[in-house]
């Protein structure tokens, strides 16, 4: 401690070690733990002459006490001894005592240094003249441990990594002037690095601390030494390619750990894999296109999701899948008029084509699951439930669709009319549960409620799609529910009786000058009116089926009446639940049938995809599937060979 040096030590903020990274704090920092520092340095004078200077540093305003200087020296070197008194207990009760346990926790605090050979040397010495070298030390323990792979962002190169057994997460650590700036943790840029890491069963858990060091780092570090003066965050809009940001080191990091741990992150994603595969396999089976072609992405899902969780995690891989081949596609069809070759179109067009075909399956997959779970759900729903009870008819009524909504709140996939006609799903005007009053589709004053009225625009045939604006409207179709095994019903009553509910609201339509959106509806006596009520026959409706006259279905489960007065003319159907579920489950058999429709389906796209590609297709039928198969693919000739006569 030179005259220089002393002068540096008495100031609180000085640039005299920055170009190494000193602060001119850790005097302070210890005062923390102990009591005061005595300090006995030998050092050259101005004369070059060799002279003792002694002092207490302390916790107080003026810090030293009983300072001596200019003592003649009976040494020949230079020198300072530092000794740190009076341990305080808060700290002292944690502290390691253990000559080694001392020198691994100074190794892990300043292995920056070791790990770029730049550390001075450090012994330690015990009451008892045991000694440690610590470079030795590192070198036995650590060194064999660390990881290191240098890599370059832009001109300028940084260099990683090394794992710690103290350490509780996994973490980068950007550096300078060998200290820890910043630090973020790694699991959420490598999912596979969030948990402790155990070489073998009994073995020691440790974690990965990646130091990112480089020059470019060291010369953009502010004077605080708590960012950096660069760009940190992650947006790099507007960014000069050729400038430098954390975003970008953080890339490169990346990469550079993936490729370090390489063999240690297949096993983990191998293993995760495994461990999901029957789930997706047995009940997410629309996933099946997403592993097989994004299994990178599939491969990094956190550790231990729920079926709810992995199927939404598999969801967002899928969708981003999705618009990858969408724009593809899109790309293919621009090129599409530069294209002269087959081979060149064969090219183009195989990759593309085989991975749309795997989304195509991807959503029949999930179309069939969907409607099974559907019908499962709505038999479930009949039965009584633990209380011995029916489940209330809104929660019922919502399966088919949701409550107090209407077209314009709810989607096509949350409604599912199809239970009870195909033709349902296709409508113009929906809403369930209102008042008439509150459609505000409909201009009524009308305080008559009906659970679901659909306007349909077309009378459909082999579902051919429609027009919304097709006026005037050709049909309606009214649907009401009731309760499970409702046994109160009484003839007559309108809120009892739902023959009388079902014709009142055909007249309200016809009668109350409906009109959208200032124009009248259209609606006449000859506007056909198919209504639904859907209900069991109990006792009591059953007495009001026998006074209106209603004939029994062909299975004898539901009956039917057509209504034709002077004002209006009605189709009216009751339809038991059971009869709903048993046609729904007869409607969608070939759904369900794996050895049909997903070969059906499936094999005819990739019937067209091998035609335009001129390549052999095998496709295997039963017999059950083989009349729609040969069917369609007839109609799929035919229009190949309308649209492309040459081939």
């Not at 200019?70 to 253990?98: F, V, W």
């Not at 960014?239 to 370090?260: C, G, M, P, Q």
């Not at 999705?322 to 195989?350: A, F, N, P, Q």
């Not at 023959?499 to 000859?526: L, P």
Request: with cysteine; hydrophobic share 35%; charged share 35%.
């Amino acid at each position: 401690m030179d005259n220089d040096n002393i002068k540096a030590f008495s100031e609180f903020d000085t640039d005299r070690k920055a170009s190494i990274g000193g602060k001119g704090v850790g005097r302070l920092v210890s005062l923390k733990a102990f009591e005061k520092l005595d300090v006995k340095s030998y050092y050259k004078n101005d004369k070059g002459q060799l002279n003792l200077r002694t002092f207490e540093y302390k916790r107080s305003k003026e810090g030293f006490d009983n300072y001596q200087d200019n003592i003649t020296a009976d040494t020949r070197d230079t020198g300072t001894c530092i000794r740190l008194y009076k341990y305080e207990s808060e700290y002292q009760k944690n502290a390691p005592t253990n000559i080694f346990e001392i020198a691994r926790e100074i190794l892990s605090h300043f292995q920056l240094y070791y790990i770029q050979n730049i550390e001075p040397s450090i012994i330690l010495r015990n009451q008892n003249n045991i000694e440690v070298n610590l470079t030795n030390l590192f070198k036995i323990e650590f060194q064999s441990e660390i990881l290191k792979k240098p890599f370059i962002v832009g001109e300028n190169e940084f260099t990683i990594i090394s794992k710690s057994h103290k350490a509780k997460s996994h973490k980068f650590h950007y550096c300078a002037h060998q200290r820890v700036v910043k630090e973020e943790g790694i699991s959420k840029y490598i999912e596979d690095l969030r948990f402790q890491i155990r070489p073998s069963q009994n073995g020691e858990g440790f974690f990965y601390q990646v130091y990112i060091l480089g020059k470019y780092l060291d010369d953009n570090v502010n004077e605080e030494r708590t960012n950096f003066n660069f760009i940190v965050d992650d947006d790099e809009e507007g960014l000069d390619l050729k400038e430098i940001s954390l975003a970008k080191i953080r890339r490169e990091a990346i990469i550079t750990v993936e490729e370090l741990l390489k063999d240690f992150l297949q096993k983990t994603r191998k293993d995760k894999l495994e461990s999901y595969y029957p789930i997706i396999e047995s009940e997410l089976p629309n996933y099946l296109g997403v592993v097989n072609y994004k299994k990178d992405e599939v491969e990094k899902l956190p550790v231990g999701l729920t079926k709810s969780e992995l199927d939404l995690k598999l969801y967002e891989i899928e969708s981003e899948w999705r618009v990858e081949v969408k724009k593809e596609g899109i790309e293919l069809l621009d090129k599409k008029k530069d294209i002269t070759s087959l081979e060149e179109y064969k090219s183009l067009y195989e990759k593309f084509v085989t991975e749309f075909n795997e989304i195509g399956q991807s959503d029949l997959a999930r179309y069939i699951v969907h409607r099974r779970s559907v019908i499962d759900l709505l038999d479930k729903l009949i039965e009584l439930n633990e209380a011995q009870k029916f489940e209330n008819e809104d929660i019922i009524h919502s399966l088919f669709f949701p409550i107090r909504e209407n077209k314009n709140t709810v989607i096509h996939d949350k409604q599912n009319l199809w239970l009870i006609d195909e033709r349902l799903t296709f409508n113009s005007l929906l809403a369930s549960d209102n008042l008439f009053k509150n459609i505000k589709e409909l201009e009524s004053s009308s305080s008559e409620r009906m659970d679901i009225i659909i306007r349909q625009d077309e009378v459909f045939d082999n579902a051919v799609l429609y027009s919304e604006d097709n006026i005037p409207f050709e049909s309606f179709t009214i649907i009401e529910f009731k309760r499970p095994e409702r046994n109160d019903y009484k003839q007559g009553d309108r809120k009892k009786d739902p023959i009388k509910q079902v014709r009142t609201y055909v007249e309200e339509v016809i009668n109350n000058k409906i009109k959208i959106k200032g124009k009248a509806i259209g609606a006449n006596k000859s506007t056909p009116f198919y209504c639904y009520i859907v209900a069991d026959i109990t006792e009591s409706l059953q007495d009001i089926l026998d006074y209106e006259s209603f004939e029994p279905t062909p299975d004898g489960l539901g009956y039917f009446k057509f209504y034709e007065t002077k004002t209006s003319r009605a189709y009216i159907e009751v339809l038991p639940f059971k009869k709903v579920v048993k046609d729904a489950k007869k409607r969608n058999k070939i759904l369900f049938d794996n050895e049909s429709i997903l070969l059906y389906l499936y094999m005819l796209d990739n019937l067209k995809s091998s035609l335009y590609l001129q390549q052999p297709t095998i496709i295997l039928l039963n017999r059950n599937c083989f009349i729609n198969f040969k069917r369609a693919c007839r109609l799929e000739f035919i229009n190949l060979r309308r649209n492309n006569r040459s081939r």
